[in-house]
T-cell receptor, first 110, second 114 residues
């Protein structure tokens, strides 16, 4: 089964609104990353947060990590139509492979 | 710096055939990982190569294999193709081993098995 499970599976918002998506995982991790995938293409790295960090920012992105709840959230502020994509969390646990979730499909309406 | 290059981008095969996919990592990157992406299962880890050695393997049958060359380029092979092997196969490279940092993905090879 997947280590990371994103929630919601799909999200539709208006341009300018904030988008929040969540990721839950099952085992201890070293770090957690978020990736974006435009339709049928490769994944693009967005942000990495280590297990000893609680919050991280990058531009319009804010990621939080709660290791006690084994969960993370990705907030995209002031969404744009270009943010329309699928978003995946990936957990690294020192076993030399990342475990990806099933993704959240975000649609930003202009 | 050139990104991760995967070839071919699209291919169609029939059941029972075999296929070889190629991945050229970013120059200087020594770790190459492969993932299978399907609509129902998301991204599933296939294997990781580092310094020409398979370091980790996912839960896939032996029909899925791979290798890495001395220049870090990697190939994966799927033999005796099944309909369920239809997927986007993604290659990712990183400077060093495994789950310590950012992965750089190629655009993928989309395999359709008829």
């Amino acid at each position: 089964s997947q280590q990371g499970e994103e929630d919601p599976q799909a999200l539709s918002i208006q341009e300018g609104e904030n988008a929040t998506m969540n990721c839950s995982y099952k085992t201890s991790i070293n770090n957690l990353q978020w990736y974006r995938q435009n339709s049928g293409r490769g994944l693009v790295h967005l942000i990495l947060i280590r297990s000893n960090e609680r919050e991280k920012h990058s531009g319009r992105l804010r990621v939080t990590l709660d290791t006690s709840k084994k969960s993370s959230s990705l907030l995209i502020t002031a969404s744009r139509a270009a943010d329309t994509a699928s978003y995946f969390c990936a957990t690294g646990s020192g076993t030399y492979k990342y475990i990806f979730g099933t993704g959240t499909r975000l649609k930003v309406l202009a | 710096k050139a990104g991760v290059t995967q070839t071919p981008r699209y291919l169609i095969k029939t059941r029972g055939q075999q296929v070889t996919l190629s991945c050229s990592p970013i120059s200087g990157h020594r770790s190459v990982s492969w993932y299978q992406q399907t609509p129902g299962q998301g991204l599933q880890f296939l294997f990781e190569y580092f310094s020409e050695t398979q370091r980790n393997k996912g839960n896939f049958p032996g029909r899925f294999s791979g290798r890495q060359f001395s220049n870090s380029r990697s190939e994966m092979n799927v033999s005796t193709l099944e309909l369920g092997d239809s997927a986007l196969y993604l290659c990712a490279s990183s400077p060093d081993r495994g789950s310590t940092g950012e992965l750089f993905f190629g655009e993928g090879s989309r395999l359709t098995v008829l």
